[in-house]
Every structure is written in structure tokens, then in C-alpha cells.
């Protein structure tokens, strides 16, 4: 992970009694072991939380993996990126996220646990489609002014490193932060709120 200046001595590493844990590792798309399950079992298992191991995520890359039906983005964002969000805000619908849905416990300008892995709904708050990681700076398509984010190619909402929308966008509001917390320095658990740090 890139230092950031976080202080780790904070951190609480939370260990998670869970009953029914789908596990998903860097690169993964998809929740193999669901299909394998009884209809009652995968029912259950549809609901539960996912481990997700982040040693491999690269500074700067992404992973989607699926996690109740949905697709939960996983970025490991560099120091550069996180150094841009104050600058964004005077641009930005609601950069304290007080309309947007996320865990109290979040930091409410990067919007994560720990400064420099951002877990994220990959779900366009206007009508549902799924943002696409634009994270270089100023490409053609976007203009001279992007610093890179996620941009929902459907109607043109454009959001922040930390999915916060910006003015103007059709979307009203930040994409969404779900329940999750670090079981250890490489593995989140998705789903479920451990206890607050
Ligand atoms: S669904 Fe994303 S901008 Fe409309």
C-alpha cells in the first residue's frame, strides 16, 4: 500500500466470527463457490460476506469482485491520488458525503477505512450503470481538467478517487460505500461492519 502518513498504530486488525464467508482473490470477477452450493446454501451463502485478499492489488489498480449480487469495487489508491481529493471539493456535489450513503465510520473525504483502499458499490447512482476506472490525468475523452475517478459512460456522471459525483452530473449522489473492515493488513471482509476502529 502507499504510506499516506495514516497511522497505522490506530489500526485495529478485526477478526470476523462468520458463519458463511465466500473468499475471492486478486484478479477474481466472480463468487465461484456459490454454484456449487444446495439451492437453501446458496441462498445463504448469496447474502453472506466475502473475504477478499488484497496482497496482490497493485498501487494505482482495481478489482470488481460480486458480493450479494452486486459488484464491489476494490482500488488501492497511490499517495499521488489521495493527495488530490481536497482540491476536488469545491467541484463536487456533496464532498462530505452527508446525502450519500456510507458507514459512519468512514472517513468522510477519502470515504474509506484505511486511507489508501477504497471498497466501493461499482454502481452509478442515477440509474444504475457501472463507472468505469479512469484513473490516468487528462485523457483526450475526458479533458485537461480530469484527475482521474470513475465515469459512468451511460449519461456522463463523472466521480472523484473516492466515488464522490461531481456538479453538473445526472447522478445526485456519491456512489456507495458498503459494510467491510480488515481482518489484516491483506484481507477485507465485505458485508459486514467488524467493530468500528
Ligand atoms: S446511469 Fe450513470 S449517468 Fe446515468
Not at 478485526?14 to 463468487?31: D, F, K, P, R
Not at 466475502?50 to 489508491?77: C, H, P, T, Y
Amino acid at each position: 500500500m502507499a504510506d499516506t502518513g495514516v497511522d497505522k498504530k490506530r489500526r485495529r486488525f478485526l477478526i470476523g466470527a462468520t458463519s458463511a464467508v465466500g473468499a475471492v482473490g486478486v484478479g477474481a470477477i466472480a463468487i465461484p463457490f456459490i454454484g456449487s452450493l444446495t439451492p437453501s446454501a446458496r441462498a445463504l451463502a448469496a447474502g453472506a460476506p466475502v473475504e477478499v485478499d488484497i496482497s496482490k492489488l497493485e498501487s494505482g489498480a482495481m478489482i470488481s469482485i460480486e458480493w450479494q449480487g452486486k459488484v464491489v469495487f476494490v482500488v488501492n489508491r497511490t499517495s499521488d491520488m489521495l493527495s488530490k481529493l481536497p482540491s476536488i471539493v469545491p467541484q463536487l456535489k456533496d464532498p462530505k458525503s452527508e446525502l450519500s450513503l456510507q458507514p459512519e465510520y468512514v472517513d468522510k473525504e477519502s470515504r474509506s477505512r484505511e486511507a489508501e483502499i477504497l471498497v466501493m458499490l461499482g454502481k452509478c447512482t442515477h440509474l444504475g450503470c457501472a463507472p468505469q476506472y479512469r484513473p490516468e490525468v487528462a485523457p483526450a475523452d475526458l479533458g485537461a481538467d480530469w484527475q482521474g475517478g470513475f465515469y459512468c459512460p451511460c449519461h456522463g456522471s463523472r466521480f472523484d478517487l473516492a466515488g464522490r459525483v461531481f456538479k453538473g452530473a445526472p447522478a445526485g449522489t456519491n456512489m456507495e460505500i458498503p459494510p467491510y473492515y480488515f481482518i489484516s493488513d491483506s484481507l477485507l471482509l465485505i458485508g459486514e461492519n467488524g467493530v468500528a476502529a
